[in-house]
């Protein structure tokens, strides 16, 4: 196995930051700091230059990284091949989610996995898609599943995971809560609960808006709340209406707390995908994962 001190410093070198290290490996930054002098203790050597808040490879870092890296691949190569020799899949699986797909959907997910694998430990982080596509370009991330537009990338490579559609949930005991779709003169009327700015569902719905000739000013905006959980419970206790991904809101519409409708002459439909780094050697757990994300396989889990 990769001692943690060359996990430790892989990571250091490539945050270039010793706190943004400690964050990425949930440590603290004095046990990151413990780590590279171990190693520097070790080969008699600096590894880094520290300039100011930032770090640099001495030549000797850089020709410890180079050997870190391989040897790095070489446990992941001898890991898969061996667990495809024996059967028996082991190991980390770390993801990075954004929002609606690591509260309301992963956890279906990963529980049905690990039913098949339960020697595969899965931890997921839940970050915006610059932040999680940032961690896979960097290797951090296995992989990891996004909502929002990828930015362009020579390494990265996107596949699509589900479809998702963004809906207008409404408390259950409202006039409107038996039909099937609104319209927009309609909407107008209601009190909408808005998602902060820069939120993926709030941009859906913007865009929406603007290709309807729509201003959001037109809307009744009553709120606006930075989670979905808070809009959810807003919804439930009257205050409003708002629209949510049909994933986010399923669990009150099956218990009947809330309806979701759909607003006449708005397209709210968007993908989300699943983000991998071409250049990482990807585990046995990933790959096992990977196959796990069938599309039929994944809607039979989260309807069940």
């Known amino acids: ?46 590894l880094f230059d520290r300039v100011n808040r930032h770090v640099k490879l001495t030549a000797a870092g850089e020709l410890l990284l180079d050997y870190a890296i391989h040897m790095n691949n070489l446990q ?112 107008k009327e209601l009190p909408y609960i808005t998602r902060e700015p820069g939120s993926g569902s709030r941009l859906i719905f913007e865009q929406a808006l603007i290709d309807a000739d729509i201003d959001i000013e037109d809307l009744n905006i009553v709120m606006e709340l930075g989670s979905t959980t808070s809009i959810k419970s807003a919804i439930m206790g009257g205050l409003g209406v708002s629209t949510i991904s049909k994933w986010a809101v399923q669990d009150l519409v099956k218990a009947g707390k809330v ?6 002459g708005l397209t709210l439909k968007r993908s989300f995908h699943i983000i991998l780094n071409q250049e990482k050697f990807h585990s046995e757990a990933t790959g096992k994962f990977l196959d796990f994300l069938d599309v039929d396989n994944i809607n039979k889990i989260l309807e069940h």
């Open 76 to 187: 992941a190569e001898l890991e898969r091949n061996m667990q495809q020799l024996t059967g028996h899949v082991k190991g980390e699986l770390l993801i990075g989610a954004s929002t609606t797909i690591g509260e309301y959907i992963l956890p279906y997910v990963v529980g049905s996995f690990k039913q098949d694998y339960p020697d595969v430990n899965v931890t997921i982080q839940i970050m915006n898609t610059k932040e999680i596509s940032s961690a896979v370009e960097s290797k951090t991330f296995d992989l990891g599943i996004i909502e929002g537009p990828l930015e362009q990338s020579d390494v990265i490579e996107a596949h699509n995971f589900l479809e998702d559609e963004l809906v207008l949930a409404i408390p259950s005991d409202h006039p409107f809560a038996k039909k099937e779709s609104i319209t927009l003169e309609e909407l």
């Open 259 to 264: 309806a979701a409708l759909n607003v006449q």
């Open 1 to 46: 196995m990769l001692s943690d001190s060359m996990r430790v410093f892989i990571t250091v070198a490539d945050k270039k930051n010793f706190s943004k290290a400690a964050k990425a490996l949930s440590l603290t930054q004095p046990a990151v700091s413990f780590q590279i002098q171990t190693l520097e203790q070790y080969y008699q050597t600096m």
